[in-house]
């Protein structure tokens, strides 16, 4: 690699994953404490109510991630890159730093609730606006046979992001009492994303300073059309990268914040226990998301998408069966298996997404595809695997749910044109023929 190439690179690693620390400490922390400290009546009259209400806070903020791609690609084309950087990194840092001091519902009633939606609501906006210029920044810049595993750094910031949010909540739970974690301990890793954002601010600022990303920001120019155009002319890749990314990212949210509530709430497993496990998931997600991305320059794109969702397809039911165990070995077996399966199906999506897209919509294409998906997938992932669980106590029928889901977006990613491997990025004259429909 070149050395602005390893900037770019590191550029998107770093920042991506502290977005997604900030937006992971609070799945986690819905997963804990949110429903006792905000949702308290509702916690006192029906326990299982609140939880469900607290994993709803975490699916709000997807709702406004289509904005937030849209705002940020019109200051980018008007006002450039930098200043959409900053916006993203700065809003998710402050609304993550500003949670972390909010009053509870024993100290401000129903404001507290409130306030904390509108807080969740500014990370969804910033996180809206962050992956596709990241994606795009690393892929575009790319050799054609290394565009999978260049697209897979912006990717491995999603697990690096979840090991930093658990660890750090390891550690509390191992210095803390539960008095203390519940009266204090837990907003810690919310304050401490003021560090982290100063960090990743004054690295992105080096970024923007290298040819490369000065490139970039005339790319994204031109590669920002109305959004009218993108929902009329090119609908059908919009609604194929949505699918597609459903199941990969309800499954994700699962080992981000579902598996160890569910130790914890449901087995009656120490949390200290969970979190290890959490951590263990995180590491095979990371190595495998590696992995996805390289790989899917020599297999292929496709195919490399496929492997992934046929293993979590088959092992989405069995896998509850050893997290029932409530036996450490097994728990974490269980979620390590899971991540074999999310690597391949996630790694290469940011060369996948930016080969389906010609020059004209891309950003625009990339960044909404990608915020749809998270709405049919993630968003609601584990209010509705708690619904299922209140309903029935039966754990497996969530693996269903993402069974179901997974052969939904197997089925999308298989409609994908395998010719568009290794097209030009620059020119749309190679994407003749090339449609999902009719194959």
């Known amino acids: 690699m070149t050395r602005e190439e390893k900037k770019v690179l590191a550029g998107t690693l770093v920042g991506t994953t502290i977005e997604w620390y900030d937006f992971f400490i609070y ?105 596709g210029g990241a994606a795009l920044l690393s892929v575009e810049h790319a050799p ?40 204090w301990g837990w907003r810690v890793p919310f304050l401490f994303s003021f560090v982290l954002i100063i960090v990743g601010i004054l690295i992105r600022l080096k970024v923007d300073e290298s040819p490369v990303f000065e490139e970039m920001k005339e790319r994204k120019k031109e590669s920002s059309a109305p959004l009218s155009e993108l929902v009329t002319t090119h609908k059908k890749y919009t609604f194929l990268a949505a699918v597609i990314f459903a199941a990969n990212n309800a499954a994700g949210y699962l080992v981000i914040a579902f598996f160890a509530a569910y130790g914890v709430n449901t087995l009656g497993m120490d949390r200290g226990a969970t979190l290890i496990a959490s951590v263990i998931g ?17 297999w292929g794109r496709v195919r490399t998408f496929q492997i992934g969702y ?7 039911i069995p896998m509850w069966f050893l997290l029932d165990t409530a036996s450490l070995p097994l728990f974490a077996l269980a979620i390590f298996i ?65 069974a179901g889901l997974g052969i939904m977006s197997l089925t999308a990613v298989s409609l994908v044109p395998k010719g568009l491997q290794g097209i030009n990025l620059m020119d749309d004259s190679e994407r003749s023929g090339l449609s999902p429909v009719g194959r």
Request: proline content about 5%; aromatic content about 14%.
């Open 27 to 131: 799945a986690q922390a819905a997963g804990f404490v949110l429903a006792v400290l905000y949702f308290e009546p509702l916690g006192a009259e029906n326990p299982a109510l609140a939880q469900i209400v607290a994993w709803s806070s975490v699916g709000i903020s997807f709702l406004f991630r289509p904005l937030g791609a849209i705002v940020s690609g019109w200051l980018g084309d008007r006002f450039g890159r930098k200043l959409v950087l900053f916006i993203t990194l700065t809003g998710m840092g402050v609304a993550t730093v500003l949670i972390g001091m909010l009053p509870t519902y024993a100290a401000w009633g129903a404001a507290a609730p409130i306030l904390l939606i509108v807080l969740r609501i500014l990370q969804g906006l910033s996180a809206g606006g962050e992956w």
């Open 338 to 402: 899971l991540t074999i399966g999310l690597g391949p199906s996630y790694g290469p999506q940011s060369a996948l997404y930016a080969e389906m897209f010609p020059v004209s919509i891309r950003f625009s294409g990339v960044s909404i595809g990608y915020a749809l998906g998270s709405i049919i997938g993630g968003a609601f992932a584990p209010m509705i695997s708690q619904a299922i669980l209140d309903g029935t106590g039966q754990s497996w029928l969530i693996g269903v749910y993402i």
């Open 310 to 316: 046929i293993i979590i397809i088959i092992w989405a």
């Open 282 to 298: 995180g590491v095979g997600w990371f190595a495998f998301t590696l992995f996805g991305g390289w790989i899917s320059d020599r």
């Open 144 to 183: 054609r046979h290394k565009r999978g595993l260049f697209g897979a750094y912006p990717q491995v910031g999603v697990p690096l992001g979840m090991l930093m949010a658990t660890g750090f909540m390891f550690g509390l739970n191992a210095v803390t009492t539960e008095e203390q974690f519940l009266a």
